[in-house]
C-alpha cells in the first residue's frame, strides 16, 4: 500500500463516501474468503467502498481494522453499522 493518507485525504474521502450506497454486505458467512475476494474486486474497480455490518454488528470495532489489514486497504471512517474502505486504484 502507499503513504498513509495525511487528514485532509481523509476528509475528502468521507465526503465522497457519504453519497455511496453500501456495495457490500458483512452476513452470517462472515469475514469469509469469499467476502475478501468480493471486497479486493470493488476495491480494485471502485476504489472506495462502504460496507454494512447487517450481522456481527457487536464485533464490528474490531472487525473493521481487521478487514482493512486483510484486504491491504486503509479504514477510513466506521459510523453505525457501516464502514468505509479505500485503497488505490491500479493504474491501467
Known amino acids: 500500500m502507499s503513504l498513509p493518507l495525511n487528514n485532509s485525504q481523509k476528509r475528502d474521502l468521507k465526503a465522497?463516501?457519504?453519497?455511496?450506497?453500501?456495495?457490500?454486505?458483512?452476513?452470517?458467512?462472515?469475514?469469509?474468503p469469499g467476502f475478501l475476494k468480493s471486497l479486493d474486486e470493488a476495491l480494485t474497480q471502485h476504489g472506495l467502498v462502504k460496507i454494512k455490518f447487517s450481522d456481527f454488528k457487536e464485533e464490528k470495532k474490531t472487525l473493521a481494522p481487521q478487514i482493512a489489514e486483510q484486504s491491504g486497504s486503509e479504514l477510513i471512517m466506521r459510523v453505525g453499522n457501516v464502514a468505509v474502505y479505500y485503497r488505490p486504484k491500479p493504474d491501467a
Not at 465522497?16 to 469469509?32: N, T, W, Y
Request: hydrophobic share 40%.
Open 16 to 32: 465522497r463516501a457519504q453519497l455511496l450506497e453500501p456495495v457490500l454486505k458483512l452476513g452470517h458467512g462472515g469475514v469469509s
